[in-house]
């Protein structure tokens, strides 16, 4: 009983606790920092709390806390979304409050459309594309002609529908207790800042006409567009309180052309492009192959892709939680469960490549028997991992030295530059199953 009363309290702290900078910048004036347990508290003009990781540097994150009512929208379908999103460019504060699911793939007057509705017109076909590209006769060169063009055309119609570009000063939030989210869609946070998306579920983002790429490794591969949250060039980003899974489609049941998977899924929230000062926290990721990308590329932006990663559940997923490039990450306070869900696996947990300087400390992984404190880890003998205090099934364990004396490029353990913005650390990772599992994902958060 102990342990349940300890959770509420997390989960009522969590809801009613609102730092001052955060009330301020909501315009409510002066208050003290814990307010009263039975105060009215609108979760869709909250701001990120004081030191709460990279995303409250500089100015902090206040989303659209300071929108006033004629820029707070309340939706519950597709085109009720894009006009409140607008085309992305208007940066005047304001608040998106999603009530229930939206499935995104569906017309203006609510229509669901398939996939074969967005082909519809474009001359495209699986088969024909199929056909036109395979590698016994096309050969390893980049696809192209008319089934490429009609692949093409297909894919755009898909992308007006389903891609939404978030502005500046937006708070995007899911109305409690509605099972508020987003199915089949994708944000886009590009070139943007001062972005809030809290307590929505995404799930099913699909992309109907992946590209079939021969050049793409030994084998070649099928590439998916749309991660259900994508930033790019985007800085003071708080995503907290968010689920994302595959769901009700696991990458198990696709089907193999040209001798690989037709993948439909790509990133669950990507972080690239130059992105920077990014908090991340008490999501829960789960069904998912690669997951969470922070870099574009080995040359993506010195000097930021700064992220905080702390408190999220881990479920299920592959590989990409996180895999970081370039940037300055801190990592803590994170569950794993690596056991295989639905057909996804383990390949690796966290990977530091391309300098990135990786704080890693007070996470707790649950591996599955047979499976190696090894496998947790992966880099290309550039990157840093450093931090302590982790644990592997209850136990303290160095997972940079476990997974240095299995392999020959060695991630390296001191980094540049040392963890300031904390807030909510824990020092002991013993129980953070037994609490994350229940205060973390979409439907935890109420608003009086």
Same mark, same amino acid.
């Given at each position: 009983?102990?342990?349940?009363?300890?959770?509420?309290?997390?989960?009522?702290?969590?809801? #009613?606790?609102?730092?001052?900078?955060?009330?301020? $910048?909501?315009?409510?004036?002066?208050?003290?920092?814990v307010?009263?347990?039975?105060?009215?508290?609108?979760?869709?003009?909250? $701001?990120? +709390?004081?030191?709460?990781?990279?995303?409250?540097?500089?100015?902090?994150?206040?989303g659209?806390?300071?929108?006033?009512?004629?820029?707070?929208?309340?939706?519950?379908?597709r &085109?009720?979304?894009?006009?409140?999103?607008?085309?992305?460019?208007?940066s005047? +504060?304001?608040?998106?409050?999603?009530?229930?699911?939206?499935?995104?793939?569906?017309?203006? $007057?609510?229509?669901?459309?398939?996939?074969?509705?967005?082909?519809?017109?474009?001359?495209?076909?699986?088969?024909?594309?199929?056909?036109?590209?395979? +590698? $016994?006769?096309?050969g390893?060169?980049?696809p192209?002609?008319?089934?490429?063009?009609?692949?093409?055309?297909?894919?755009?119609?898909?992308?007006?529908? #389903?891609?939404?570009?978030?502005?500046?000063?937006?708070?995007?939030?899911?109305?409690?207790?509605?099972?508020?989210?987003?199915?089949?869609?994708?944000?886009?946070?590009?070139?943007?800042?001062?972005?809030i998306?809290?307590?929505?579920?995404?799930?099913?983002?699909?992309?109907?006409?992946?590209?079939?790429?021969?050049?793409?490794?030994?084998?070649?591969?099928?590439?998916?567009?749309? =991660?259900?949250? !994508?930033?790019?060039?985007?800085?003071?980003?708080?995503?907290?309180?968010?689920?994302?899974?595959?769901?009700?489609?696991?990458?198990?049941?696709?089907?193999?052309?040209?001798?690989?998977?037709?993948?439909?899924?790509?990133?669950?929230?990507? #972080?690239?492009?130059?992105? =920077?000062?990014?908090?991340?926290e008490?999501?829960?990721?789960?069904?998912?192959d690669?997951?969470?990308?922070?870099?574009? %590329?080995d040359?993506?932006?010195?000097?930021?892709?700064?992220?905080?990663?702390?408190?999220?559940?881990w479920?299920?997923i592959?590989?990409?939680?996180?895999? @970081?490039?370039?940037?300055?990450?801190?990592?803590?306070?994170?569950?794993?469960?690596?056991?295989?869900?639905?057909?996804?696996?383990?390949?690796?947990?966290?990977? %530091?490549?391309?300098?990135?300087?990786?704080?890693?400390?007070?996470?707790?992984?649950?591996?599955?028997?047979?499976?190696?404190?090894?496998?947790?880890?992966?880099?290309?003998?550039?990157?840093?991992?450093?931090?302590?205090?982790?644990?592997?099934?209850?136990?303290?364990?160095?997972?940079? @030295?476990?997974?240095n004396?299995?392999?020959?490029?060695?991630?390296?353990?001191?980094?540049?530059?040392? +963890?300031?913005?904390? &807030?909510?650390?824990?020092?002991?990772?013993?129980?953070? @199953?037994?609490?994350?599992?229940? !205060?973390?994902?979409?439907?935890?958060?109420?608003?009086?």
């Amino acid at each position: 009983m102990a342990t349940v009363t300890h959770r509420r309290s997390l989960r009522r702290r969590r809801t #009613i606790l609102v730092s001052t900078a955060a009330v301020a $910048a909501a315009g409510l004036g002066a208050v003290p920092l814990v307010m009263n347990a039975n105060a009215a508290v609108d979760l869709s003009r909250q $701001a990120l +709390p004081a030191k709460d990781g990279w995303a409250a540097s500089g100015s902090g994150t206040t989303g659209g806390a300071k929108a006033d009512s004629a820029h707070v929208y309340t939706v519950s379908t597709r &085109a009720q979304l894009a006009k409140a999103l607008g085309s992305g460019t208007d940066s005047t +504060p304001k608040i998106v409050k999603i009530k229930g699911t939206i499935d995104v793939n569906t017309d203006d $007057a609510g229509k669901r459309m398939t996939c074969a509705d967005y082909a519809s017109g474009t001359g495209y076909s699986l088969a024909a594309y199929l056909k036109a590209y395979d +590698p $016994a006769t096309w050969g390893k060169k980049e696809p192209s002609g008319a089934q490429e063009k009609a692949r093409e055309a297909a894919a755009n119609k898909q992308k007006k529908n #389903i891609v939404f570009k978030v502005p500046s000063n937006t708070s995007i939030v899911g109305v409690p207790g509605t099972k508020a989210g987003i199915k089949g869609g994708s944000l886009q946070v590009q070139d943007v800042k001062n972005v809030i998306i809290r307590n929505l579920t995404f799930s099913a983002t699909e992309d109907c006409f992946p590209q079939w790429d021969p050049t793409d490794g030994s084998k070649g591969e099928w590439n998916s567009n749309y =991660d259900s949250v !994508t930033l790019r060039g985007a800085t003071n980003v708080w995503a907290d309180h968010n689920t994302f899974t595959d769901a009700p489609f696991f990458d198990s049941a696709e089907k193999t052309y040209f001798g690989r998977k037709y993948q439909i899924h790509d990133g669950a929230l990507d #972080i690239t492009n130059g992105s =920077d000062l990014v908090t991340v926290e008490r999501n829960q990721f789960t069904n998912h192959d690669k997951t969470m990308l922070i870099g574009s %590329s080995d040359t993506d932006s010195v000097g930021k892709l700064r992220v905080s990663i702390h408190h999220n559940v881990w479920k299920g997923i592959t590989q990409r939680a996180p895999l @970081a490039r370039i940037g300055q990450i801190h990592l803590y306070n994170n569950y794993y469960d690596t056991t295989t869900l639905n057909g996804y696996g383990l390949k690796y947990s966290l990977d %530091s490549r391309a300098k990135a300087q990786v704080v890693a400390e007070h996470n707790s992984w649950k591996l599955p028997a047979g499976a190696k404190v090894a496998q947790l880890l992966s880099g290309d003998g550039t990157g840093s991992v450093a931090g302590g205090g982790n644990f592997v099934n209850d136990k303290a364990t160095d997972i940079v @030295a476990a997974y240095n004396s299995a392999n020959s490029k060695k991630l390296k353990t001191t980094v540049n530059w040392k +963890p300031t913005l904390t &807030a909510g650390l824990q020092t002991s990772a013993k129980s953070l @199953a037994t609490e994350l599992l229940n !205060t973390t994902g979409a439907g935890v958060l109420t608003s009086s």
